[in-house]
């Protein structure tokens, strides 16, 4: 039976017991709208804990003005629904003033790793997510943390954060989960048109572009990084990046890497999709 805790110390109890009692608790934060892809992160955090808790939270301070926080989907009994069909032990689901009481004034902050990529594009998006993180870390007390590696910067970004602040916390992450037409999946697909959905696919085209190239023995990055942009630039209507960068400093990287991050974020009328392939390591998308 899952549990629906809204109350952050009531939370942070649960998730004391559950330590004492059974050993390890297993988080996975998610901003609810779950799909497949957030139900791989619980899976995987079951398989590494004996007390599992998700996190539903719709986190404004990761959001800028002109961003989409409003129109962000809220599913909360149908995420219900699926944590329990998962074995979910508590879904803590707080208002935001529980969050955030009016003399809330500290920010958690990753320097040069929160720079570049989203970065240049959401300059107050990571320190929104590393806060509420820390927050959520502190609350949960977890052995292990599960984040999908499609958001692969803030993954990183929370590797650093851990590891700087020396949290005690495993952050593990998940490959993304895709369509089967290759799609990766994600909250805001369900914003696209059925002709925008179809164009969407030009982002995992060009990944797919980029992975060709490089098992054909191609490792020029700036190479790599167009057959990537080309299908994008032909269809979506703006882009704010396509690079490839080096998949730890997120830096422009050597000019023959072992591996090398393609991460894109493009815009199909309102809607903006990210997507990511780390050459030398995953599978073609
Ligand atoms: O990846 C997300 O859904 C969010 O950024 C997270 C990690 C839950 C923080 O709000």
Redesign the pocket.
């Known amino acids: 039976m899952t549990t629906v805790i809204r109350e952050p110390a009531e939370f942070r109890r649960a998730c004391d017991d559950a330590r004492r009692a059974s050993g390890r608790v297993g988080l996975v ?3 609810g709208a779950l799909h497949a892809g957030h139900l791989s992160l619980v899976d995987e955090a079951s398989r590494r804990a004996d007390f599992l808790a998700v ?1 539903i ?3 404004p301070l ?1 959001f800028a003005a002109d961003e989409d926080l409003q129109r962000y989907p809220k599913t909360l009994e149908h995420d219900l629904q699926s944590c329990q069909q998962r074995g979910v032990d508590v879904v803590f689901a707080p208002d935001t003033d529980a969050m955030y009481p009016d003399c809330f004034q500290t920010q958690v902050r990753v320097a040069e790793l929160a720079k570049p990529l989203e970065g240049v594009f959401r300059p107050t998006h990571f320190e ?2 590393t806060t ?2 820390a927050k ?1 870390f502190n609350l949960t007390g977890p052995c292990a943390a599960v ?2 590696r499609k ?1 692969y910067q ?1 993954w990183k970004v ?1 590797c650093r954060m851990v590891g700087d602040l020396d949290m005690p916390i495993e952050v593990v992450g998940c490959p993304i989960v895709r369509e089967p037409d290759g799609l990766a999946l994600s ?1 805001r697909n369900r914003y696209l048109s059925e002709a925008d959905r179809h164009r969407a696919l030009a982002i995992v085209e060009g990944l797919r572009a980029a992975h060709d190239a490089w098992e054909h023995g191609e490792r020029k990055p700036s190479v790599l990084e167009n057959a990537a942009a080309t299908p994008v630039e032909a269809v979506f209507d703006r882009i704010d990046y396509v690079a490839a960068v080096d998949p730890e400093t997120l830096e422009p990287s050597a000019t023959s890497p072992e591996r090398l991050l393609i991460a894109a974020a493009a815009h199909l009328g309102s809607t903006r999709l990210i997507d990511n392939v780390v050459l030398g390591e995953d599978p073609r998308p």
Request: hydrophobic content about 45%; proline content about 5%; cysteine-free.
């Open positions: 934060p998610t901003m996190t939270f719709v986190n990761q929104g997510v509420v993180v959520l984040f999908g958001d803030q929370l909250s």
